[in-house]
């Protein structure tokens, strides 16, 4: 299974709202133009997308909303469960902690990590932060898969180090700094100014007269 | 000037990021390798991008990095100044009120609406929080270019309208769902599990032993 096209892979958790809405709402069949016009992306570009899970449409009807919901869950490894854990309980990682759709991910935070005095004990939705200083004493019978550092930029290498030096190996970095890492670790930088330029560039685009999209 | 390959984009204020360290700390040249040693990606990929700014570079020293600074801003379109004004103080819009390199990018965030009678009035990283309510009058005579939504779902249309209402063509929308907008508005939506489902993507290339590597 080869996924490479970044684009498409970013989609896919808004198909995926999109199905769950529908399979609560009772919908059977889904089609991409239902999809492409959710979107406001053209019908040929969901299409592109859902042909990578490889499942087969209905020439009628389109799509089956739950078996497109487990074709994607799938494709992007969701249909198993993963755990992580997250460093950082500033506004940032209190956003994530936040998140309805992870669960549907099988995506479970289970532990919450921070230096600061003032957060250390209290609870955000839900999740009770620990302090950082044990964090190798809680995770290190069991380290989750992913960590997740919402930390500022200053200790974000610390705390991947921490991180590595118990076995995790994919990290999902929100600090904004590009982290050094060994050969096997994997990590995702999030780049909140990134979805910025991409409108700066829709925008550009439009006051030159270009038509030509912008893709997601 | 072309600028419809996204994650070129996307990278672009990773770049600019290393480039204002650098220049802070006072160096003159700077070459792909650097970059692509700093960012964990191919040199080739950073050489590609970096011409899409139509910078020359110097063969022995690399590129200026005031002029690729410039350069990257001005590809953007960021060399203007542009104002914005956020709605929904909650736990991601205090995050990007706290995010310092909006203003390397001549961008503001002018004004700050909620709807919650706890946060109208607080301030927040500098920002007073206004009532929703009110956002009609302030507006009305000077609207700025970008509205950001970043209220929950079930309001991010509501909130949408009124910011059209206004003027405002160009948003970027943090809430958890897909705007109708009328034909000349510019949505950039951000989804967060965008990252989280190609940090998954790379794992489960890593995990079946494919080699080929992920753009960012």
């Not at 921070?114 to 302090?131: L, M, T």
């Not at 096997?184 to 829709?202: C, D, H, P, S, Y």
Request: glycine share 8%; with cysteine.
């Amino acid at each position: 299974m080869k996924i490479s096209n970044t684009p498409t892979i970013r989609r896919m958790p808004t198909y995926l709202h999109r199905l769950f809405r529908l399979r609560m709402s009772g919908q059977e069949w889904v089609s991409c133009a239902d999809l492409a016009q959710y979107m406001g992306i053209p019908h040929i570009m969901v299409r592109k997308d859902i042909a990578m899970t490889g499942l087969p449409g209905n020439r009628r009807h389109g799509f089956k909303v739950v078996d497109l919901i487990d074709a994607i869950l799938r494709l992007l490894g969701w249909d198993k469960a993963s755990s992580a854990t997250l460093i950082g309980a500033g506004s940032l990682g209190a956003a994530l902690l936040g998140f309805d759709d992870f669960q549907s991910y099988n995506f479970r935070i289970e532990s919450v990590f921070d230096s600061s005095p003032d957060k250390i004990g209290r609870v955000i939705h839900g999740h009770e932060i620990f302090d950082l200083a044990d964090i190798r004493k809680r995770l290190k019978l069991a380290p989750p898969k992913v960590g997740i550092i919402c930390v500022p930029a200053v200790g974000a290498q610390l705390v991947a180090d921490i991180l590595i030096s118990l076995g995790i190996k994919y990290i999902w970095n929100f600090s904004n700094v590009c982290l050094n890492v060994p050969p096997g670790v994997i990590v995702q930088r999030e780049v909140i100014a990134g979805g910025l330029a991409v409108l700066f560039a829709k925008i550009n685009k439009a006051e030159s007269g270009d038509t030509d999209p912008v893709e997601e």
